[in-house]
T-cell receptor, first 114, second 115 residues
Framework: AQTVTQSQPEMSVQEAETVTLSCTYDTSENNYYLFWYKQPPSRQMILVIRQEAYKQQNATENRFSVNFQKAAKSFSLKISDSQLGDTAMYFCAFGSYNTDKLIFGTGTRLQVFP | NAGVMQNPRHLVRRRGQEARLRCSPMKGHSHVYWYRQLPEEGLKFMVYLQKENIIDESGMPKERFSAEFPKEGPSILRIQQVVRGDSAAYFC?????????????FGSGTRLTVV
């Protein structure tokens, strides 16, 4: 069974600085997706970034980028130039090609302060 | 193009009552997924449905919980005889055919409080 582990319950960063959130996972599958979702206080689940395991190139979306290490089963999220609006819970998730369901980590609460 | 619509946004039920949560998928999406988020936890898969079919209900509690996605109308997650432990946020996601987890769009969730 797949598992997703986020070992940082809380993180904080100063506005305009860079922060990295960690995620590790376990699977025996070779092809899969990995995601980072943002959940602000409004509770909406917002897709931040997606990585397909067969792609060696790390995904990037504006200020958000990932460091995907397939052999180490590691998938960290880097947020550059942090903004106050980045304050939220961040969830790492694993998606199998074989099933349509997502396996989520327990989340990291990120606080961006002025 | 409205997103995934969930209602109600908040629902309060007394112990023993029934809760009915509704989810209307995005236009063109034929796959619906329900997840539950307990306080301070990540989302956990409950059930995956297509029109008139339950595809995977491996995450559904064996008793009191049921889900449907009829030919017409929204998907319904039904919880009978609610207990305090059912208090959680329930999220629905929809996806177009063939995209699976890669095509998810989440709704805003329904927060169920059992008093």
């Amino acid at each position: 069974a797949q598992t997703v582990t986020q070992s940082q319950p809380e993180m904080s960063v100063q506005e305009a600085e860079t922060v990295t959130l960690s995620c590790t996972y376990d699977t025996s599958e070779n092809n899969y997706y990995l995601f980072w979702y943002k959940q602000p206080p409004s509770r909406q689940m917002i897709l931040v970034i997606r990585q397909e395991a067969y792609k060696q190139q790390n995904a990037t979306e504006n200020r958000f980028s990932v460091n995907f290490q397939k052999a180490a089963k590691s998938f960290s999220l880097k947020i550059s130039d942090s903004q106050l609006g980045d304050t939220a819970m961040y969830f790492c998730a694993f998606g199998s090609y074989n099933t349509d369901k997502l396996i989520f980590g327990t989340g990291t609460r990120l606080q961006v302060f002025p | 193009n409205a997103g995934v619509m969930q209602n109600p946004r908040h629902l309060v039920r007394r112990r023993g009552q029934e809760a009915r949560l509704r989810c209307s998928p995005m236009k063109g999406h034929s796959h619906v997924y329900w997840y539950r988020q307990l306080p301070e936890e990540g989302l956990k898969f409950m059930v995956y449905l297509q029109k008139e079919n339950i595809i995977d209900e491996s995450g559904m509690p064996k008793e009191r919980f049921s889900a449907e996605f009829p030919k017409e109308g929204p998907s319904i997650l039904r919880i009978q005889q609610v207990v305090r432990g059912d208090s959680a946020a329930y999220f629905c996601a929809s996806s177009p055919s063939g995209q699976g987890a890669a095509g998810y769009t989440f709704g805003s969730g329904t927060r169920l409080t059992v008093v």
